[in-house]
């Protein structure tokens, strides 16, 4: 073995894949309910990107910003124009996106510090590994950034009491995903809000996971009276396309000037293909209403079938971001659906978290629920 141990790999080889349906390299077939991690928001290999990024194959892939980039351009055109805000940088990766969006804030307001919340995570690079609320994120890599302080999540009593003056932005996810799928409540996101504006900080929303139509809108942040001053993207924003971006108000164009930030790859003509696909596919009001249709099939479904069930504590989250949370390590559970032909992913040590492609099937979602159903109710048997 060649590659870092960095990450605790489930012993699986998905080897083709189309829509929800993945294959495995013994023939195997399951359904996919975790979608690289919110990424294949559209399933394996959606047609309409494929097509792009083919076609762009075929042209150019890199040319570097040195050149303009008409696809970027229309990307960002794309972002903006279902959001509050005015432009956008491109990067390529969440981690990248937020550390733009830390380097605005701080020369913005020429201030310094950022505040965060516990248990969020916003990237593993030294500045988005510092504003990570999550010990273990930062367990080993000795001083983290100095300007990064964590509130209690959900906690509009704690963030009405910040007096502090000297803050650049408030950092925050609209439902924290790595966290356990934990929805911020609008008294505490209204909170976080006025708090900015009183202080002079920035709104910062990392989008990263619940952007790109996840929760049946186009950011989740659309959900609440929010006016955020920068919104973060990535995972699904390129469909498994590798791309980040950052969404940032018109009077930050004084602030990121030329030579302040940039990026080799970032928006390359081959991602801005993907990214545009992806957006005209999800963003239209047609394709989101179907997603919170799905979204409120599946909830009921869920709820009936496995609320009864005696180690199912809580089921949560909003659009196709599920968190179903169980008494006991829900690892078990994770493996043990795999083994049923389904694949779910953690949200923390006890969240089993359901991240279906934005267009799964009615009968996909029958079929998981019903594999959940099975493999939950089992364990209740065992322990009897
Ligand atoms: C995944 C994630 C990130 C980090 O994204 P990478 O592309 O892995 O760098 C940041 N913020 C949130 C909310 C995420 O879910």
């Known amino acids: 073995m060649s590659v870092f141990p960095t990450y605790n790999r489930f012993p699986l080889t998905i080897e083709s894949g189309e829509g929800t349906a993945v294959t495995d390299n013994e023939g195997n077939q399951y359904l996919d309910f975790v979608s690289g991690i919110a990424v294949c928001n559209l399933g394996h290999r959606p047609p309409a990107v494929e097509e792009a990024v083919k076609e762009q194959l075929g042209k150019v892939w890199h040319v570097s910003n040195l050149y303009e980039i008409p696809l970027q351009q229309e990307a960002a055109k794309l972002l903006t124009g279902v959001t509050n805000l005015d432009y956008a940088f491109f990067c390529n990766s969440g981690a990248e996106a937020n550390e733009a969006a830390i380097k605005l804030a701080r020369k913005h307001t020429g201030k310094e510090k950022i505040l965060t919340f516990k248990q969020s ?92 139509g996840r929760t049946g809108k186009p950011f989740g942040y659309q959900h609440y009276e929010l006016d955020p001053d920068i919104v973060t993207s990535a995972k699904g924003l390129g469909s498994g396309f590798p791309v980040g971006a950052m969404l940032g108000k018109a009077e930050f164009a004084e602030t990121f000037t030329a ?126």
């Not at 801005?272 to 919170?292: D, E, H, N």
């Not at 099937?361 to 998981?368: F, G, N, Q, V, W």
């Open 121 to 212: 995570f916003h990237g593993r690079t030294f500045a988005t590994m510092s504003a990570t609320g999550q010990e273990k994120v930062h367990q080993g890599f000795g001083t983290l950034l100095p300007t990064f302080e964590y509130l209690p999540y959900n906690d509009a009593e704690e963030v009405s009491q910040i007096h502090d003056q000297d803050i650049a932005a408030i950092m925050v996810e609209v439902i924290q995903g790595e966290g356990g799928v934990i929805e911020g409540t609008e008294l505490f996101l209204q909170a976080v809000q006025n708090k900015c504006k009183e202080l002079g900080a920035l709104l910062i929303i990392d989008e990263v996971q619940t952007g790109i």
């Open 259 to 384: 030579g302040s930030h940039g990026s080799t790859f970032g928006g390359n003509p081959l991602a801005s293909a993907a990214v545009k696909a992806t957006l005209q596919t999800i963003f239209p009001q047609q394709f989101l209403q179907s997603v919170q249709e799905k979204s409120d099939y599946l909830n009921e479904l869920l709820e009936s079938k496995l609320l009864p069930l005696e180690g199912v504590k809580e089921i949560r989250g909003r659009g196709l971001m599920i968190g179903i949370e169980v008494d006991q390590e829900a690892i078990h559970f994770i493996h043990k659906l795999r083994g049923k032909g389904l694949l779910a992913v953690l949200a923390g040590p006890h969240v089993i978290r359901l991240l279906p492609p934005l267009n799964v099937t009615i009968e996909e979602l029958d079929k998981a629920a019903s594999i959940l159903e099975g493999v939950l109710q089992l364990e209740k048997a065992n322990h009897s």
